[in-house]
């Protein structure tokens, strides 16, 4: 007999199904997307400042896989080149190889209970050069977050973004410890731009 999917698991998937669809449609397929933006929320239950938890790592790629260019997104940790509790770091993948990272600042461990820490994750193109960038961050325990420290660049064969699906972002995200510590981890909103200076966007809160 084929096991059936738990309610809650069903409800997301088709949520993410049909997030992916919208966006393809009609846009996707008639401009150049040269950037994407994808907003999200982390609620927190009772953090453990001993032990750095929760941790968060956020996934996101230009494209509909990650075989190629993507980027990681590490929240309460980091894990190059060694593991460091605290704080946040970004990095640039090239499949299962490290290309470049960046800790982002002195910030401590999560500290507040029930508190939300908000943020943009923001992909972009100019000319032959990717972009990824951590934007608009909020956090009782940090503070503000985000911009020129939290950027990434590399070289691209990428004339578009049109190949991005938010699919790979829910998908490929997750609280990797303590997640009993985490209320919610929701997409908000994707937000994306195209080359004739369009800007389109979607409310679709989704939970991982």
């Not at 150049?32 to 933006?37: L, S, T, Y």
């Not at 029930?114 to 923001?122: A, F, G, P, S």
């Amino acid at each position: 007999m084929k096991q059936q999917l738990p309610f809650r698991s069903f409800a997301r998937l088709m949520l993410i199904a049909a997030l992916a669809v919208l966006i393809a449609a009609p846009v996707w397929a008639q401009s150049r997307i040269v950037q994407v933006e994808e907003h999200w929320e982390l609620q927190l239950g009772e953090p453990d400042p001993d032990t750095s938890a929760p941790q968060t790592t956020m996934a996101m790629s230009p494209t509909a896989d990650l075989n190629d260019h993507f980027f990681l997104f590490a929240l309460n940790h980091g894990t190059s080149p060694d593991y460091q509790p605290g704080g946040m770091q970004i990095q640039l993948w090239a499949g299962e190889t490290l290309v470049d990272s960046r800790r982002c600042g002195e910030h401590g461990t999560l500290s507040r209970s029930e508190e939300k820490i908000r943020w943009v994750q923001r992909i972009s193109l100019n000319n032959d050069t990717l972009n990824f960038e951590i934007a608009d961050g909020s956090s009782e325990s940090w503070g503000s977050f985000g911009g020129g420290e939290m950027l990434l660049s590399t070289s691209t064969s990428l004339t578009s973004l049109n190949g991005y699906r938010p699919g790979v972002s829910l998908t490929e995200s997750q609280v990797g410890y303590a997640e009993n510590r985490v209320a919610s981890l929701i997409l908000t909103k994707v937000r994306w731009l195209t080359d004739d200076g369009q800007v389109h966007e979607m409310n679709a809160p989704i939970p991982i």
